[in-house]
């Protein structure tokens, strides 16, 4: 073969693979643009139509987070990352709502033609006092079900649960529902509503629930009505305490929906419903009119975990709460009668790793507002001569006013705790009087303790405030603080004897606040029943104790230190002078 042949045969071959490239490389750029239009499709379909997407499954009970999670919807487990859309009723609203980005519709049940001579046993969406639709519920679940939204069912008459639920356990037997179904009614009466009001009857809706359709979340809420001339008026204790002896044996995830405007007065409350049960969940509400704060939000969320609360608020107000709630590092919003744990984060939640520091003028607070890092600030609290029955720094060489030195801790921006040990009966209400200022000024968000020295039952002592009174004022003035009593101590030379410690629990049984018992280690030394008893007193009771240079060595007071360390130890605290608590640190943690 020539030379020219030989070069024409290669160019040719050259040629064919270049072609052979250029068709691999047009190949692979189709199948990637295959990939992406289907992995389009697939993320729109996930967002829009989970039911659509072969073998998604999700039970009707389950935990909303979880199944919004699973849609890729929101990243983390946050009520805050919810969103909704409300009262979506008739077509028109429910269509409205099913193409807007809201992740929950949430629409109101009750009976066609209630309370009219033509009322029918179908359940259609209205709200009263409508009592006709354009949709049937029948109609509002075959259209919501073909969008991945979640459920919730607003209930407004007895009549509207029966038939409701036996069309969604008819619709979860033939075609699935695969998401979570909320089933919300007002169950009892709340603030400013009178007992004639009529409310949906709350053993029928729960009866009706487990006979029927126990697969759902409940939603079990009070009758509110909120009066701009009362703002104060909020949910009491009474009331959730009878909305929780109503769930208490339900086995169904529950969450409690709470008018926010009043959520923040009653929050003590609802913490401790929050605490009856980690299947338990707030849902904060808002009628458009509602002066909800933006602040009143935040120390919500800064007193709970993401996961318990959901916030089902309007704009502009949502929008600017979101803003604030996930900027990094800003500052909490702590409730001031919380748990020092919770507030101090110490290593291994151990109360030990908490300082306590004791000032008596304003020279040492400065000091140990520059100094120090962290802790508990006890304060002693008298009055002057110059200024009786005005609340004092006890000790003070000069007038140092107990309104100056809290406004000098709390505009401190390390964390700091209150402890106000008051001298004097009269000086009680007072000081309580300027913690409620403070709070309503929205500047008081420290734990504040409040301790006196008190007279009851078998210790009743003369020259004492009693132990009844001293709870008392506190729950009318300022019932937002750890309640801290301590015994009169000429009472304690034979240590803590029972008959103190029964007494002192009696008084202190079923407050709603958080307890701490006052100790002094020297007597306590003596008294290990006692230390049994105190500890197994509530699960909202704490012991502290202390120990100073004026009580006698850190040897003399040793042994009532040890003895509490046995267990329980995010349930003791040591208010202890700076060189006994370096020293017992050292004998603890290196024996």
């Not at 750029?29 to 139509?49: D, P």
């Not at 609340?391 to 006013?401: E, K, N, R």
């Not at 209150?418 to 409620?436: D, F, M, R, T, V």
Request: with cysteine.
């Amino acid at each position: 073969m020539s030379k020219h042949r030989k070069m024409e045969k290669r160019l040719v071959e050259k040629k064919e693979r270049c072609m052979s490239r250029q068709e691999c490389t047009m190949a692979v750029g189709i199948f990637v643009a295959v990939v992406l239009v289907v992995a389009t499709i697939f993320s729109m379909n996930r967002r829009f139509c989970p039911g659509l997407l072969p073998g998604f499954t999700f039970p009707t009970d389950g935990d909303m987070l979880d199944y919004l999670l699973d849609l890729s919807l929101i990243q983390k487990k946050d009520g805050l990352l919810v969103s909704w859309y409300h009262s979506a009723n008739n077509k028109s609203e429910m269509e409205k709502g099913l193409k807007s980005d809201a992740m929950v519709l949430e629409a109101d049940v009750n009976i066609e033609g209630y309370n009219t001579d033509g009322q029918t046993s179908i359940p259609i969406m209205a709200h009263p006092p409508d009592i006709y639709s354009d949709n049937t519920l029948q109609e509002w679940l075959d259209a919501v079900l073909k969008s991945n939204k979640g459920i919730k069912l607003d209930f407004k008459t007895i009549e509207s649960v029966g038939p409701s639920l036996d069309i969604l356990k008819k619709k979860a037997l033939e075609s699935g529902i695969n998401r979570p179904v909320w089933l919300n009614a007002d169950i009892l009466h709340g603030p400013n509503v009178p007992g004639f009001i009529e409310v949906v009857n709350a053993t029928s809706f729960l009866n009706l629930i487990q006979e029927k359709f126990p697969n759902a979340t409940i939603s079990p809420g009070w009758q509110v009505l909120y009066v701009s001339l009362l703002p104060n008026k909020t949910y009491t204790r009474a009331m959730v305490e009878d909305m929780y002896e109503l769930l208490k044996n339900v086995t169904q995830k529950v969450t409690f929906p709470i008018r926010a405007v009043m959520g923040k007065n009653a929050w003590p409350h609802f913490k401790w419903l929050l605490e009856q049960s980690p299947s338990y969940s707030l849902t904060l509400w808002q009628e458009k009119d509602d002066p909800v704060t933006v602040e009143d939000l935040l120390f919500i969320r800064d007193n709970s975990q993401p996961d318990q609360i959901y916030y089902d608020i309007y704009d502009p107000v949502l929008s600017a709460f979101k803003e604030v709630a996930f900027q990094p590092n800003r500052s909490r919003r702590f409730y001031s009668g919380g748990n020092l744990i919770d507030y101090f984060k110490p290593r291994n939640s151990d109360g030990m790793y908490i300082q306590w520091h004791s000032i008596d003028n304003r020279i040492t607070l400065m000091t140990l507002l520059k100094e120090g890092d962290s802790g508990m600030i006890v304060v002693p609290v008298g009055e002057t001569q110059s200024n009786p029955g005005v609340p004092t720094v006890d000790g003070s060489d000069v007038d140092f006013q107990l309104q100056e030195c809290l406004d000098l801790i709390l505009v401190s921006p390390k964390p700091w705790g209150i402890y106000l040990k008051i001298k004097s009966q009269e000086l009680l209400s007072p000081s309580l009087a300027l913690l409620k200022h403070l709070n309503e000024r929205k500047f008081l968000y420290n734990p504040t303790w409040i301790n006196m020295d008190v007279s009851y039952g078998r210790f009743a002592t003369p020259g004492y405030i009693g132990g009844d009174q001293f709870i008392k004022e506190i729950n009318k003035v300022f019932p937002y603080v750890t309640i801290a009593p301590s015994w009169p101590k000429e009472l304690l030379v034979q240590g803590y004897t029972k008959p103190l410690v029964e007494d002192m629990m009696s008084l202190c049984k079923g407050l709603w606040q958080e307890v701490s018992y006052q100790l002094q280690a020297v007597p306590l030394g003596k008294s290990l029943l006692a230390i049994q008893m105190l500890q197994q007193s509530s699960p909202r009771h704490s012991l502290t104790v202390e120990h100073q240079l004026e009580q006698g060595s850190y040897m003399t007071g040793y042994k009532g230190l040890i003895l509490v360390r046995g267990r329980n130890t995010d349930k003791v605290f040591y208010n202890l002078h700076k060189f006994y608590s370096n020293n017992f640190a050292r004998d603890v943690f290196t024996s």
